[in-house]
């Protein structure tokens, strides 16, 4: 036996075969780089938007279309090609035969996928969007298009089934006198403008749910954008009811990555013309788009957290405008932006008459003045006082019943009991907490007990808790009615729904749930709280809350709100009119010359760099540069060390006429500090919060 021998006598064979297949590989190369290199004779030419950050590659590129790649390439597919020496992927936006380039171009390097993610629609829109917030139209389309999944697009999306039989509508719209026309126009192809007060105890998914299948029986195809997932849960579900499950998607990031291209590529090819979703589904591909909404545009989660910050109500509203679809803002509160385009008469508005308000939900408000609060915030008696007590029973005695609590947790701040100096951690001086009834106090920051502790002012032993949270407050109604069941939800535990048996919820704000068949009576704790500290919206987003709370009441049911009575906050809550408050703020803010009587960005980064942007930048006249400002709060409950670092913030104000014109000067400086590769500044325009 001679083992080597065996593939030896194999060995030419093989060798012929590999010299074979080399050489068929080698023909195959040539010939896939001469079909390559040579140009399609028709279209030759494609615009090529980058993938890029910097701002000044933020425009078209030119490259030719090699012939292997010409059928696929169209408007809106991803390619990768080459740019300054390296592979960059970018979208086609335009072919043609024309170039202003001088020279050869260079070929296309590859066509990623033939899937047309970013229509020329979507496209001019990110471009608006950017230049709305003198951003990147790049970082808009990151925001636009999602990652693509291989795997995904070899699937082909389901047809659009026929519609099932649907009766009227618009039932659940027939409330509101001015929805008729409005839907009417919405069926005729028009895109009429409107801003819908919905009414305390609105069932607002199920009517949202009607608004699109009404605008789909009419061909068109609708886009929704709520704060969270768990109302696009509730828009999903009207919608699975109304038309069953197979003519909308949704559109967020809770089903993960593949899931969510999935749904967009059944938008992008048009299969599905309903779209709900969180922020970005704002930008959803929709096809025969009549008709964007928006809810709940106080919500802070409708401003993008990711540069250049974007507000959904601003891209719908921008959307609406550029391809004539209905645009409708719907919400129980009002924001100031709300009113404005109330006010600037871009949009009508959809309300309840003052009769029907008054049927639906009963609000009243026990408390003591502001002053005598002041006094006496910290008396356990005055938090829940009698008449909030009664409410509750009157209540449960015909259902469940909402107590919405500002912050959750048990006792948030202590304060010296005598002297009433805020007990804090001997440790790193961080502000002492009560995690639970028979907890000893400790430190929120650092997490330290302080089982001893005794006051460093005047040597008490005695706390106070000034700020109570949910846990806290379900304890004491507890005590108050111990047979009843009480329930919390906030934070990680949010409840979505409860049924229709008698039980107190403890709640913070958003984390409500809904109550099979409303809530019999919703009270409100602590409105002080919310109405407490001098941020731009604070009183506006106090009423936001409770709106929002007060709406989860079942038609004819009461609410209380235990706080000052002679308050304007207060008062538009008890009269449930959120658009006078709006009024009243956005005036204000009006003689304050604050947005949106303004319009301001903010520039922050390094001292040299601002000043520097600032002295560049070609503002127009009416421009006031104010500053520096103090550093942006951190967000959430900020420890020690949040690190300010040493950055300088001015902020840039114009008269709302010229906001444009400062967005466009802004865009352009940065384009220019990019190209001589500058530091970078971070410039938000309109920011939700100053
Ligand atoms: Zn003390
Ligand atoms: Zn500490």
């Not at 300054?84 to 260079?106: I, K």
């Not at 709940?296 to 540069?307: C, T, V």
């Not at 356990?380 to 107590?403: C, K, N, Q, Y």
């Not at 390094?606 to 942007?613: H, Q």
Request: net charge neutral; charged share 25%.
């Amino acid at each position: 036996m001679r083992p080597s021998d065996e593939p030896a006598l194999e060995l030419p064979g093989l060798v012929r075969d590999r010299a074979a297949e080399g050489r068929a590989k080698a023909a195959h190369t040539r010939a896939r780089n001469l079909a390559e290199a040579e140009i399609v004779d028709e279209d030759p030419v494609v615009g090529v938007v980058l993938d890029l950050t910097p701002a000044h590659l933020d425009r078209e590129f030119d490259y030719a279309v090699p012939a292997a790649m010409s059928d696929g390439v169209r408007p809106g597919v991803r390619v990768k090609v080459r740019f300054a020496g390296q592979d960059v992927d970018g979208f086609v936006v335009r072919r043609g035969d024309s170039t202003s380039h001088d020279g050869a171009l260079a070929p296309l390097r590859r066509l990623v996928s033939a899937e047309q993610v970013l229509t020329p629609a979507v496209r001019e829109l990110c471009d608006a969007v950017a230049a709305r917030y003198a951003g990147t139209a790049a970082d808009v389309r990151r925001l636009a298009v999602p990652p693509r999944h291989a795997g995904v697009e070899k699937v082909p999306s389901a047809p659009e089934p026929a519609l099932p039989a649907v009766g009227d509508l618009l039932t659940a719209w027939a409330p509101y006198p001015a929805a008729g026309a409005f839907w009417a126009h919405v069926a005729a192809g028009d895109g009429p403008r409107a801003v819908w007060a919905a009414g305390p105890g609105e069932d607002w998914p199920a009517l949202l749910a009607a608004a699109a299948a009404h605008a789909l029986v009419a061909g068109r195809g609708s886009i929704l954008c709520l704060p969270d997932h768990r109302d696009v849960a509730r828009v999903d579900s009207a919608l699975t009811t109304l038309l069953g499950p197979d003519h909308h998607v949704t559109l967020h990031a809770e089903p993960g990555p593949a899931r969510r291209y999935q749904d967009f590529l059944a938008v992008a090819r048009g299969t599905r013309r309903i779209v709900v979703g969180t922020r970005s589904a704002a930008f959803a591909p929709v096809h025969d788009l009549g008709l964007v909404a928006i809810w709940d545009d106080g919500d802070e989660l409708h401003a993008e957290p990711r540069a250049p910050y974007p507000h959904v109500r601003d891209v719908l509203a921008l959307r609406s405008e550029r391809e004539g679809a209905a645009y409708l803002l719907g919400s129980f509160g009002r924001s100031v932006e709300a009113d404005q385009l109330l006010r600037r008469r871009w949009a009508h508005e959809i309300a309840l008459p003052r009769e029907t308000l008054r049927s639906r939900v009963l609000v009243g408000v026990s408390g003591a003045s502001e002053h005598a609060l002041r006094r006496d915030r910290f008396a356990h008696s005055a938090r829940i006082p009698t008449e909030a007590r009664d409410a509750v029973r009157w209540g449960l005695e015909r259902g469940p019943v909402l107590v919405q609590t500002p912050r959750a947790g048990y006792a948030l701040r202590l304060a010296c009991e005598r002297c009433r100096e805020p007990a804090r951690c001997s440790a790193c001086t961080g502000p002492l907490s009560l995690t639970g009834p028979s907890t000893p106090p400790q430190c929120r920051w650092c997490a330290t007990p302080e089982p001893d502790w005794s006051c460093p002012e005047c040597g008490a032993r005695g706390l106070r808790a000034p700020v109570l949270g949910d846990a806290r407050t379900a304890d004491e109604l507890g005590r108050m009615f111990p047979k009843v069941p009480v329930v919390t939800s906030s934070r990680d535990r949010i409840r979505d729904r409860i049924d229709a048996a008698s039980r107190i919820v403890v709640a913070t704000p958003g984390a409500e749930p809904v109550a099979e068949g409303g809530f019999a009576v919703v009270v409100l704790l602590d409105t002080w709280l919310a109405l407490a500290g001098d941020r731009l919206r604070q009183a506006e987003e106090a009423v936001r809350r409770w709106s929002n709370a007060v709406a989860l009441v079942r038609p004819g049911g009461r609410a209380l709100a235990v706080g000052d009575p002679g308050h304007p906050a207060l008062q538009a809550l008890v009269r449930w009119d959120p658009g006078g408050f709006a009024a009243r703020e956005a005036s204000e803010r009006w003689e304050a010359r604050l947005p949106p009587a303004a319009r301001i960005a903010t520039v922050s980064g390094a001292p040299g760099a601002v000043d520097d942007l600032l002295t560049l930048v070609d503002l127009p006249s009416s421009a006031e540069v104010l500053g520096p400002l103090p550093p942006a709060a951190p967000r959430g409950a900020g420890g020690p060390g949040a690190d300010g670092g040493d950055v300088h913030r001015m902020l840039v104000r114009v008269p709302t006429a010229d906001g444009q014109a400062m967005a466009e000067a802004l865009q352009e400086a940065l384009r220019l500090r990019s190209a001589r590769r500058l530091d970078p500044v971070r410039l938000q325009v309109d920011p939700p919060q100053i």
